[in-house]
């Protein structure tokens, strides 16, 4: 088991050059102490998709997550989105629910930290309070 989760994360870093996706480590609080990696890219200007997993002290040791972010305005140049998506606990009290969060981009004019406060609803409601950086971002090539 953690020989493929070893691969999955090295193919997910190496490989995102190629496919425009954003990687970002995160940790907080997600059931417990948390740290995962997590995968985002864009769709259209106001909307994207996140995928992630994340390692966590509470009694489910592995959460999967996924699901999409949408635009909703800035504060003070800092982009606020809401994420939307399916959560799931694998361990001794495994379950699948749903997770509503909010996402504060460009946090202290930092561009690659963002802050997401919100919860996650499967079995039980559990709290949701990450800060995130992201690691890899695709390089745009300007056309000027």
């Given amino acids: 088991m953690r020989k493929k989760i070893i691969i999955l994360l090295v193919l997910a870093i190496t490989g995102q ?8 480590v995160l940790g907080g609080v997600r059931g417990g102490a948390a740290f ?4 985002e890219e864009n769709l259209t200007r106001n909307l994207k998709y996140r995928l992630g997993l994340e390692a966590t002290t509470g009694n489910n040791p592995l959460i999967f997550f996924g699901g999409g972010k949408i635009g909703l305005t800035e504060i003070d140049r800092m982009p606020l989105s809401l ?3 399916l959560v799931a606990y694998a361990g001794q009290n495994s379950s699948l629910g749903a997770a509503v969060a909010l996402v504060l981009d460009r946090v202290f004019s930092v561009d690659p930290l963002f802050i997401e406060v919100g919860s996650d609803v499967g ?3 559990r709290l949701v309070a990450q800060i995130g950086y992201r690691i890899l971002t695709p ?6």
Avoid: K, V
Avoid at 17 to 24: E, K, M
Avoid at 36 to 39: C, E, T
């Fill in 17 to 24: 050059a190629s496919w425009a996706i954003h990687t970002a």
């Fill in 36 to 39: 995962g990696l997590q995968l």
């Fill in 83 to 85: 994420s939307l998506g």
């Fill in 123 to 125: 079995g039980e409601a």
């Fill in 139 to 144: 390089r745009t090539e300007s056309l000027h």
